[in-house]
């Protein structure tokens, strides 16, 4: 099997299993929070085990010291887990997974201002796209059943929280950020677990949060290894997949209409970054030739 195929294997199964996210959390019945506190723990617990098999505690020593921007990264990524199940609970998934499609948006403009990298002017163009479906949707929110501008900040925040986890990791890249990755969910349940009375649930509820917790944790390595052996504009693509399968998903199995503003924003947002993506993977192509393309 070739590293391309491979990598598109790895990252598809990433994309594919983290689609049920939401629908796990529309499903879980218990505050907020405590799915946050189950999805850390469930989800940190599975990965580390993953990472101690893989790469020894070495690795998540040596992560652990690689500076500020390793604990920017480390907290970024935690806060994360805990302000997209509020909003979840807050909005509908569709705008959900809408908004945080826009995170390359926030990523570029922090790098630019981090990182001292230019803003291009086809990520220009693409900006002023996503922030325009942004406002769609924001728009919506006021005329959708089961969507608010309360959840669809919470969106907002995971976007732009990500990217800030995104734009330190860059900062230490000659230190690998994957072994943090589950030290990140299980400081979230740690972080929770004061707020929280999460052995109160009952039978059904444990085998919800158990199977939540293998889903994400299995996105998780997914969505780590494959972009390995594959370009990040590819990643980017199938990523977006996310973002169209996970509403249908709870549309068909909870009737949720996303409703026509989130169905309008979303497309706007997915396409100005698909076509963003699809330009970037096109000129890297032409630029690395069939040689170097079958050598991916």
Not at 55 to 64: D, F, I, K, Q
Not at 264 to 285: D, F, Q
């Given at each position: 099997?070739?590293?391309?195929?491979?990598?598109?294997?790895?990252?598809?199964?990433?994309?594919?299993?983290?689609?049920?996210?939401?629908?796990?959390?529309?499903?879980?019945?218990?505050?907020?929070?405590?799915?946050?506190?189950?999805?850390?723990l469930?989800?940190?617990?599975?990965?580390?085990?993953?990472?101690?098999?893989?790469?020894?505690?070495?690795?998540?020593?040596?992560?652990?010291?690689?500076?500020?921007?390793?604990?920017?990264?480390?907290?970024?990524?935690?806060?994360?887990?805990?302000?997209?199940?509020?909003?979840?609970?807050?909005?509908?998934v569709?705008?959900?997974?809408?908004?945080?499609?826009?995170?390359?948006v926030?990523?570029?403009i922090?790098?630019?201002?981090?990182?001292?990298?230019?803003?291009?002017?086809?990520?220009?163009?693409?900006?002023?796209?996503?922030?325009?479906?942004?406002?769609?949707?924001?728009?919506?929110?006021?005329?959708?059943?089961?969507?608010?501008?309360?959840?669809?900040?919470?969106?907002?925040?995971?976007?732009?929280?990500?990217?800030?986890?995104?734009?330190?990791?860059?900062?230490?890249?000659?230190?690998?950020?994957?072994?943090?990755?589950?030290?990140?969910?299980?400081?979230?349940?740690?972080?929770?677990?004061?707020?929280?009375?999460?052995?109160?649930?009952?039978?059904?509820?444990?085998?919800?949060?158990?199977?939540?917790?293998?889903?994400?944790?299995?996105?998780?390595?997914?969505?780590?290894?494959?972009?390995r052996y594959?370009?990040?504009?590819?990643?980017?693509?199938?990523?977006?997949?996310?973002?169209?399968?996970?509403?249908?998903?709870?549309?068909?199995?909870?009737?949720?209409?996303?409703?026509?503003?989130?169905?309008?924003?979303?497309?706007?947002?997915?396409?100005?970054?698909?076509?963003?993506?699809?330009?970037?993977?096109?000129?890297?192509?032409?630029?690395?030739?069939?040689?170097?393309?079958?050598?991916?």
């Amino acid at each position: 099997m070739s590293d391309q195929l491979k990598g598109l294997l790895i990252t598809m199964m990433g994309v594919l299993f983290v689609v049920p996210d939401s629908l796990f959390i529309r499903l879980i019945d218990v505050p907020p929070l405590e799915i946050s506190f189950w999805r850390g723990l469930s989800t940190g617990a599975l990965v580390l085990v993953f990472v101690l098999a893989r790469s020894g505690a070495r690795s998540v020593t040596a992560a652990l010291r690689g500076g500020p921007y390793a604990y920017v990264y480390l907290f970024a990524m935690s806060g994360t887990g805990i302000l997209f199940t509020l909003a979840v609970s807050h909005t509908s998934v569709a705008n959900v997974v809408f908004i945080i499609a826009s995170m390359p948006v926030f990523a570029a403009i922090l790098s630019r201002v981090f990182l001292g990298e230019a803003i291009s002017a086809r990520m220009s163009l693409t900006m002023v796209a996503v922030f325009a479906g942004l406002g769609i949707i924001a728009y919506g929110s006021g005329e959708t059943e089961g969507a608010s501008l309360t959840g669809d900040l919470f969106a907002i925040a995971v976007s732009f929280v990500f990217a800030v986890a995104l734009t330190a990791a860059r900062k230490v890249r000659s230190v690998s950020m994957v072994p943090m990755l589950p030290v990140a969910y299980l400081l979230c349940a740690v972080c929770l677990w004061p707020f929280v009375q999460p052995f109160q649930l009952g039978q059904a509820q444990y085998y919800l949060v158990a199977l939540h917790g293998l889903f994400i944790a299995i996105s998780s390595v997914g969505l780590a290894l494959g972009p390995r052996y594959i370009p990040s504009a590819e990643v980017a693509l199938l990523i977006l997949l996310e973002s169209v399968l996970a509403p249908l998903l709870v549309w068909f199995a909870l009737g949720e209409d996303p409703g026509v503003y989130a169905l309008i924003g979303g497309a706007v947002v997915i396409s100005a970054l698909g076509v963003s993506n699809l330009v970037v993977l096109m000129r890297k192509r032409t630029k690395t030739g069939p040689i170097d393309r079958a050598a991916l």
